[in-house]
């Protein structure tokens, strides 16, 4: 990570309980178990793949925060191009 990583960690340890509406059961489950082992990486794939296959609906706000988690994190950002982003 090329950021304050405690910052970036914090922001990813908060997305479970923030997308738990709009995301798959098992998909929360393993995001949950992915944030108590520290594997922040997969934790924000597993959201963005589950939030694209749903459809669930996105801000334009939260795409954005997405996107700038993934950057800090030299993640590729085309998998927010599957994202159901209103607003």
């Not at 090329?2 to 995001?31: F, H, K, Q, W």
Request: proline share 5%; no cysteine; aromatic share 4%.
């Amino acid at each position: 990570m090329t950021v304050d990583e405690s910052e970036v960690i914090e922001r990813v340890e908060a997305l479970p309980d923030r997308y738990a509406g709009r995301v798959r059961p098992n998909d929360l489950y393993a995001m949950r178990a992915m944030a108590d082992g520290g594997e922040w990486q997969e934790l924000v794939d597993v959201l963005v793949g589950s939030l694209s296959l749903t459809r669930a609906a996105v801000t334009a706000s939260e795409r954005d925060e997405l996107r700038s988690l993934l950057a800090a994190m030299n993640m590729p950002e085309d998998p927010l191009g599957g994202l159901n982003v209103e607003g």
